[in-house]
């Protein structure tokens, strides 16, 4: 069984137990694409079987939210589930929000929050943080791609929609921009609505997965190997190069001479995805042989 299922994580859950959850019904090797907090829902994409071999070749790896920030104090994991730590005395206003997005929108620089996934001497900086030590990360670069402010939430939130890079914060994003206005704010609510090509519009949730499992039915729900690849470029080769494509042996630069230096694209044969190749020099090589017999 090899594919994705584009789940629509709920709130309450780790990325790490719906992981288990799949694993448990498919009995293959099943991993995320991009972590969501418990506290946070929406599109987790779950990689099984040989597909946890193709993240790191996803073209498109940004994100968007829906993220609700509220001007009603910083706290120490920068969401509603911390310790309030500084409140904050007044809302700002749109007009004033608005002014200081721009300052958060294009490549900007992140410090990762003490409550995060990030490891430094091999343990991660949440599990560090729960025994009293709170280590700073360095700071990072992120992209955000756009941001626009939404409604008002009752008396001291608003909603953010944002596009953004990989590897962005957006709980980080609500607290600065609650310091830059000198108004400490934390993120209140998230829904991730899009990861790649990978939308919350055709999403299932873990019931749906569960009862498709029931039915026997869960590799009809699978999305198929190459569904987040399809801008890359595709190569169809031949029967007689079966034997090299299938053992993700190189193939002659011929078969694809208008390859750019580096470029990765898709083999097929049969119309089957049997692995990605990038172009070096003379030749084909092959990145990572995704063949089923």
């Known amino acids: 069984m090899n594919g994705y299922i584009n789940l629509l994580k709920p709130p309450g ?24 907090d418990p506290e946070a829902a929406g599109v987790l994409p779950i990689m099984i079987g040989r597909a946890t071999r193709v993240l790191d070749y996803f073209p498109d790896k940004s994100k968007s939210y829906v993220a609700q920030i509220a001007f009603a104090g910083e706290t120490d994991t920068q969401d509603a589930q911390g310790v309030l730590l ?27 929050p003490a409550y995060s996934a990030i490891k430094i001497g091999g343990k991660p900086l949440y599990a560090l943080a729960r025994k009293g030590e709170m280590v700073e990360a360095k700071l990072r670069e ?7 402010l939404g409604d008002p939430v009752g008396q001291d939130a608003w909603m953010l929609f944002v ?32 990861h790649g090509g990978f939308s919350i519009e055709n999403a299932v949730t873990i019931e749906e997965v569960m009862q498709a499992a029931e039915r026997g039915e869960l590799e009809k729900m699978l999305l198929p190997m190459d569904e987040p690849l399809q801008s890359l470029r595709r190569l169809d080769v031949a ?55």
């Open 239 to 293: 029967e007689n190069y079966a034997t090299p494509v299938k053992n993700g042996a190189k193939l002659p630069l011929s078969l694809f001479p208008e390859a750019e230096e580096e470029e990765i694209f898709r083999v097929y044969l049969n119309n089957t995805l049997c692995g990605l190749y990038r172009k070096d020099q003379d030749v084909l090589h092959c990145c990572i042989g995704l063949y089923q017999p």
């Open 163 to 194: 596009d953004c890079g990989s590897g962005t914060y957006i709980r980080t994003l609500c607290h600065d921009i609650g310091k830059a206005l000198s108004a400490p704010a934390h993120m209140r609510f998230l829904l991730r609505t899009r």
């Open 13 to 36: 859950m780790s990325s790490g137990a719906a992981v288990a959850v799949v694993k448990r019904l498919t009995g293959e090797r099943v991993g995320h694409a991009g972590t969501l």
């Open 142 to 148: 992120t992209e955000i791609r756009s941001l626009t």
């Open 86 to 112: 500084t409140p904050c005395e007044k809302v700002p206003g749109r007009e004033e929000i608005e002014k200081v997005l721009a300052r958060f929108t294009g490549v900007i620089l992140q410090r990762p």
